[in-house]
């Protein structure tokens, strides 16, 4: 079975600087999809971005990054320029390859993030 | 505006009583799921459905109840036998041959 760990529970960091969330996983499998998900206090769940695990390239999506190693099981979140809206719990989420399962997302516990003026 | 709502936004229940929780997108999207989210967790899969007129059980099916009549809707009940129904609870629906959930605003159950 697949698992998730997100071993902070608690972050902050200072506006403007930059921060990383870890993540890892545990998998026999090997192609899957890695995500990392928002939730702001409004509890929206909010995609941030996305890493398909046979792509070697590490996502980005503006002020987000991931890194991402495959061997190590292991995929980062970093957020740079942090901004007081990036304040919000952060999911990492894993998923096996489609189509041949059925779209089911494994959660992390979530790291909750404040960021301070 | 095409996306995922989901009603109502706060629900009360008594003990001994059950509820319903609407779930509807307009994505076209064939999978919709529903997780539950307990106090600084991560979601639990309680039922998905990959297509109309079929669903099946996720990690914490029991005590939960689905339908998948319409491809737009995928309702949850929670019946009287869930023995802890106080959560949030969240929808989310996936297009078909993609990767990505995306997520409805959720419903805070409370029992009193």
């Known amino acids: 079975a697949q698992t998730v760990t997100q071993s902070q529970p608690e972050m902050s960091v200072q506006e403007a600087e930059t921060v990383t969330l870890s993540c890892t996983y545990d998998?026999?499998?090997?192609?899957?999809?890695l995500f990392w998900y928002k939730q702001p206090p409004s509890r929206q769940m909010i995609l941030v971005i996305r890493?398909?695990?046979?792509?070697?390239q590490n996502a980005t999506e503006n002020r987000f990054s991931v890194n991402f190693q495959k061997a190590a099981k292991s995929f980062s979140l970093k957020i740079s320029d942090s901004q007081l809206g990036d304040t919000a719990m952060y999911f990492c989420?894993?998923?096996?390859?489609?189509?041949?399962?059925?779209?089911?997302?494994?959660f992390g516990q979530g790291t909750t993030l404040q960021v301070k003026p | 505006d095409g996306g995922i709502t989901q009603s109502p936004k706060y629900l009360f229940r008594k003990e001994g009583q059950n509820v319903t929780l609407s779930c509807e997108q307009n994505?076209?999207?064939?999978?919709m799921y529903w997780y539950r989210q307990d106090p600084g967790q991560g979601l639990r899969l309680i039922y998905y459905?990959?297509?109309?007129?079929?669903?099946q059980k996720g990690d914490i099916a029991e005590g939960y109840s689905v339908s998948r009549e319409k491809k737009e809707s995928f309702p949850l009940t929670v019946t009287s036998a869930q023995k802890n129904p106080t959560a949030f609870y969240l929808c989310?629906?996936?297009?078909?041959?993609?990767?990505?959930?995306?997520f409805g605003p959720g419903t805070r159950l409370t029992v009193l």
């Open positions: 989310a629906s996936r297009g078909q041959a993609t990767d990505t959930q995306y």
């Open positions: 998998t026999s499998e090997n192609n899957y999809y």
């Open positions: 890493q398909e695990a046979y792509k070697q």
């Open positions: 989420a894993f998923m096996k390859h489609l189509p041949s399962n059925t779209g089911k997302l494994i």
């Open positions: 994505l076209n999207h064939d999978a």
């Open positions: 459905s990959q297509i109309v007129n079929d669903f």
